[in-house]
């Protein structure tokens, strides 16, 4: 049973930078691979960075390559969700996810097995 707490989110004026985190505890396996997800309201759960635990391989939305970077502290066992260049679209609550299967990144909700109780961004104009 994986537990994650993101953590970082906060108001940002747009043009600006934010990191943020998740935690993970509780992992029995070296492989798997971990996620980011957003919602805004009204909207669809959306895919938006993903990384491999052993590998490194890294998969990205359209919207955000470029400028969201994924990443991964294997020791910590904590994953980073680096975001550039914000802009108001990027506001959201933002959901950190995890699976512990073999594959490669996920880009769906059913790809996953754990998540996070998520993390609001707010871009201002």
């Known amino acids: 049973q994986v537990q994650l707490v993101e953590s970082g989110g906060r108001l940002v004026q747009a043009g600006g930078s934010l990191r943020l985190s998740c935690a993970a505890s509780g992992r029995t396996r070296s492989n798997g691979a971990m996620g980011w997800f957003r919602q805004a309201p009204g909207e669809e759960r959306d895919f938006v960075a993903g990384?491999?635990?052993?590998?490194?391989?890294?998969q990205y939305a359209d919207s955000v390559k470029g400028r969201f970077t994924i990443s991964r502290d294997n020791i910590r066992n904590t994953v980073y969700l680096q975001m550039n260049d914000l802009k108001p679209e990027d506001t959201s609550v933002y959901y950190c996810?995890?699976?512990?299967?073999?594959?490669?990144?996920?880009?769906?909700?059913?790809?996953?097995?754990?998540w996070g109780q998520g993390t609001q961004v707010t871009v201002s104009s």
């Open positions: 990384v491999r635990w052993t590998t490194g391989l890294t």
């Open positions: 996810a995890a699976n512990e299967r073999w594959g490669v990144v996920p880009i769906t909700e059913s790809g996953y097995d754990y």
